[in-house]
């Protein structure tokens, strides 16, 4: 069935791909952005979530809204006041959204939202599926806030859905892209022990699986969003180095090291997330790529 649906952070990675996907699926795409922008067969509204303000009828008519907006987790140093904006970036932008569907009388359906693995903090070797306990620290805590103002949609009789993202493997840029940066450049190591577990999945399958959030109304609740086969930190490194035949250096990068340069942001290399989902197999959901080599020759766009 055509959905009409509203997408928030359309012109990120995730969101500029499901724009074009959707739109083949048959469906109408509205989006939400900081500012007027052209989108081929997109109807574009503006918001401010700092003032709470959003355009006059951008929730008309809409059924389904995709919440992707978020200030990047990487993009600077995680000081009190960054951390603030990242989680009010997320929390108040849902807040907007479901202020806005009561004050309109919306008939808003479905709401996806994005989450990430850093839901589990750093766990270790600990299997995770969803119905585990959040982790610790400032990723899991942001998690669990960002999940929570998805859910408070739950109280309108809104059907909820949290997409716990893993590291996203894409030619377009993204975390991909910053591991193989060193590797490029012939220093490319293991990072820490390089024993944490890394759950990967390739943007195609991101793509895909918010899209059946929004066709499947059988999708209730958390997802991990990542392939069936976690890797850790060293056998990915090894396996980028093998595609962009670079040699990876057999010693380690410290983790105290990685913590003078990157403060508290270290964890996002170090963490370790040994994620399950079979919740999402349960769906019928077939994975685009289940094989890693196959997922990079993909996204780093080499041959053989």
């Not at 929730?59 to 006041?81: F, Y």
């Not at 400032?138 to 590291?167: M, N, P, S, Y």
């Amino acid at each position: 069935m055509r959905k009409k649906i509203l997408i928030t952070g359309a012109t990120g990675l995730v969101g500029k791909q499901l724009v074009t996907f959707l739109q083949m699926r048959g469906h109408e795409v509205s989006i939400l952005s900081t500012r007027q922008i052209t989108i081929p067969g997109v109807k574009v509204f503006t918001w401010d979530v700092e003032k709470q303000t959003i355009a006059a009828g951008a929730l008309n008519g809409i059924d389904t809204i995709i919440h992707l907006a978020g200030e990047g987790i990487a993009g600077k140093k995680w000081t009190a006041e960054r951390k603030r904006q990242i989680i009010d970036s997320r929390v108040n932008s849902a807040k907007l959204l479901y202020d806005t569907i009561k004050a309109t009388d919306a008939q808003v359906k479905t709401f996806v939202s994005a989450s990430a693995v850093g839901y589990y903090g750093d766990r270790g070797e600990e299997i995770l599926a969803e119905d585990s306990e959040p982790g610790k620290g400032f990723l899991a805590d942001c998690c669990v806030q960002w999940e929570g103002a998805a859910d408070e949609g739950l109280a309108l009789g809104i059907r909820v859905v949290k997409i716990r993202i893993g590291l996203i493997l894409s030619k377009d840029g993204g975390a991909l892209a910053a591991m193989a940066k060193p590797i490029k450049w012939f220093v490319g190591a293991p990072l820490g022990s390089g024993k944490q577990w890394m759950p990967w999945i390739h943007l195609d399958d991101i793509v895909r699986l918010f899209t059946k959030a929004v066709e499947s109304k059988a999708m209730v609740g958390a997802y991990n969003a990542a392939a069936p086969f976690p890797v850790t930190n060293k056998l990915l490194t090894k396996r980028i180095a093998w595609h962009l035949n670079r040699p990876v250096w057999p010693v380690h990068v410290p983790k105290a090291a990685l913590k003078l340069m990157l403060g508290e942001m270290s964890i996002l290399p170090l963490m370790s997330s040994n994620t399950v989902v079979q919740k999402v197999l349960d769906t019928g959901y077939l994975f685009k790529y289940v094989d890693l080599d196959e997922a990079l020759k993909d996204a780093l766009e080499v041959g053989g």
